[in-house]
């Protein structure tokens, strides 16, 4: 049977049919398969020369783009410092060109952004030539009416206008400053004991920006026992003696006021107390023993005077010489230096009632430094290993030194005038208070009372001679920062009775009281007026 080849065939494959046809579309398909190859590599050498064509195309279009395209202009070359101070932040133009007044600055404050030109906040003069240039500050002002501190720097962009360009881009911390001050009054400084005091408290804001996070410490002193408080702003713990203020707003004042019940005294810090007494001829038999009295009666006196061992006393008069003959003053111990007790405290009155007047010159420089000497030799001095850390020297004197004293250990006078006699009790004054290591944070403290004749000179005593200097006028008593001495005027020596035991109750049973602001979110510039003291004296 014969086959059939599909399609027409050429006679040349037609020796047998099924040979002829094999032969035939054999040859067929190695054709087709050159074709395709043939067509394959025309294909590929077309898409290569599309791709380079493109990428001509492309590399055309970007040469056009750089070369035709206009290139911008460039930015100024300046240097640009910012700082703040009070409260104004300052930008100066610290050198290289000079730019316009429509230089726009951004600043970002306290979350909120505005945006200003240099025209706006430089001075009248910088701006008469029509830039802004070398030397020459824009200064901003910035309100502190946000919560600065969650924000506490200021974002600073300054952008030239005409190259639409940065200049500065930087960051300012913020440092707001805000004089706040306190002040404290108190209802009745000498209460007697069981009585109530009244305590007002006064915080100011003295700047113009507001003052956050304001807080004040009021803590009452054990002898002080609280009774009630109110406050026209924030809340007071008497627990803890804190105030908690908040804000204040600039010119505005909050009071605290409190209410307190004076309690039993008997803080006061373990001292050593030397008394100075003018005994020469100026002061009558009858005035000295008037003096003397005073003086052990106001020892005698527990509720000014403690008798519990936490005062050494010692007595020095100065004093002595003769006018017939050359003699010189001199001073001397009359009593201690001596713990004063219950079991001892008669006894000292009674010696110091018959302590005898020298009479005739005043050399005020040997008691004073007599007083320095026996102080620091006693075995109750620090410097000997005693415990009693503060010191307290008290001149009672009627009249100006007439005598010299010079620093060599025999406490006897030398012969000179009246105004170098001042200057050497002015330097035995000085040796005391350098000898003694004498500080006002120890409330260390050099009085006078000044009686008769001596109020002329009181000026004098008050300037060179009272410590820490210089001191005040007293009453009222007052501290002071730092703590001043005083000096009190009495007219008769029948006044110094009184005079000396309430000196006595300054000195050994005043109630220091202070206040204090303690914490603030700004910078204070006056730290000074951030506390206030005031002393109450229990009768």
């Known amino acids: 049977m014969g086959v059939s080849c599909l399609g027409r065939v050429p006679k040349k494959y037609l020796n047998s049919d099924y040979l002829g046809c094999s032969y035939f579309h054999r040859e067929r398909h190695e054709l087709l398969e050159k074709m395709k190859r043939a067509n394959k590599a025309v294909s590929e050498i077309l898409g290569t020369i599309l791709l380079l064509m493109i990428a001509v195309s492309c590399f055309t279009v970007l040469y056009y783009f750089v070369l035709s395209a206009p290139a911008p202009t460039p930015g100024p070359i300046v240097e640009i410092s910012g700082t703040i101070d009070e409260n104004h932040i300052i930008l100066m133009h610290r050198g290289g060109e000079t730019l316009s007044l429509d230089t726009e600055i951004f600043m970002t404050i306290g979350g909120n952004t505005e945006s200003m030109t240099v025209g706006d906040f430089l001075d009248n003069e910088s701006k008469e030539d029509g830039v802004w240039g070398l030397g020459e500050k824009v200064v901003y002002p910035v309100v502190f009416d946000f919560d ?74 054990e002898e002080l026992i609280h009774y009630s408080n109110t406050t026209t702003q924030g809340i007071y713990n008497n627990d803890t003696g804190s105030w908690d203020v908040g804000n204040l707003t600039p010119g505005q004042s909050v009071v605290l006021k409190i209410k307190a019940l004076v309690g039993d005294t008997g803080s006061s810090e373990p001292t050593q107390l030397a008394l100075v007494l003018d005994g020469s001829s100026s002061i009558n ?44 003053g001199y001073a001397q111990v009359e009593i201690g230096p001596i713990i004063i007790n219950e079991t001892n405290v008669a006894t000292v009155k009674d010696d110091i009632n018959s302590i005898g007047q020298m009479g005739m010159y005043t050399p005020t420089a040997c008691g004073i430094l007599l007083a320095a000497d026996a102080i620091v030799a006693s075995p109750n001095n620090p410097s000997n290993g005693g415990t009693l850390e503060r010191q307290v020297i008290m001149l009672v004197t009627d009249g100006n030194p007439n005598r010299c004293c010079d620093n060599d250990g025999d406490h006897q006078s030398d012969s000179c005038g009246s105004e170098t006699a001042k200057t050497s009790a002015e330097a035995a004054r000085n040796y005391l208070i350098s000898t003694l290591g004498m500080t006002a944070d120890d409330q260390d403290e050099f009085n006078a009372i000044a009686i008769g004749e001596s109020v002329p000179h009181a000026p004098w005593l008050k300037e060179n001679i009272v410590w820490p200097e210089p001191g005040y006028y007293a009453p009222p008593f007052i501290i002071d920062i730092p703590t001043r001495g005083w000096l009190r005027n009495v007219t008769t020596w029948e006044e110094f009775a009184d005079s000396i035991d309430e000196s006595f109750g300054i000195i050994f049973g005043k109630i220091i009281v202070s206040v204090e602001i303690t914490s603030t979110a700004l910078t204070d510039p006056k730290k000074v007026n951030d506390i206030a003291t005031v002393i109450i004296v229990p009768q």
């Open 148 to 221: 600065y501190l969650n924000y506490p720097q200021a974002d600073i962009m300054v952008v030239d206008v005409e190259s639409n360009s940065a200049v500065l881009i930087g960051i300012v911390d913020l440092n707001p400053v805000c004089d706040l001050s306190i002040e404290m009054t108190v209802d009745n400084q000498f209460p007697k004991k069981d009585e109530y005091v009244v305590f007002t408290i006064t915080a100011t804001n003295n700047g113009d920006i507001n003052a956050s996070g304001v807080e004040i410490e009021f803590i009452l002193p």
């Open 285 to 328: 038999k009858s005035d000295w023993i008037l003096q003397i009295e005073g003086l052990a009666k106001a020892i005698e006196d527990k509720d000014t005077f403690p008798h519990d061992d936490r005062v050494e006393l010692t007595v020095i008069q100065f004093g002595g010489g003769h006018w017939y003959r050359p003699a010189p």
